[in-house]
């Protein structure tokens, strides 16, 4: 499964309690829109350690990287990447 999917998935079934992939647009900030809040960024952490593998540093937990699928997506890109 690519990255994305299984953002969106662990997402939409943890956070949103659906199965319906129109309730989540990739570009919506998960603490604006009250998707997510901090205990749940915490989660999506320990997620991206465990499921991908990508150690997130104390320096990486800004919303620039994980507010988002898309900023997921992307921090996830650059960690492989590097």
């Not at 900030?29 to 593998?53: A, C, R």
């Not at 104390?58 to 650059?78: H, I, K, Q, Y």
């Amino acid at each position: 499964m690519a990255v994305r999917e299984q953002l969106r998935s662990y997402i939409l079934e943890n956070f949103l309690f659906t199965d319906d992939p129109s309730a989540l647009v990739d570009s919506d900030s998960f603490l604006q829109k009250g998707i997510i809040d901090s205990t749940g960024i915490m989660e999506v952490i320990f997620f991206l350690e465990d499921e991908l593998g990508i150690q997130v540093a104390d320096t990486e937990m800004v919303p620039e990287n994980l507010d988002s699928v898309d900023n997921l997506v992307a921090f996830v890109g650059r960690k492989k990447a590097a």
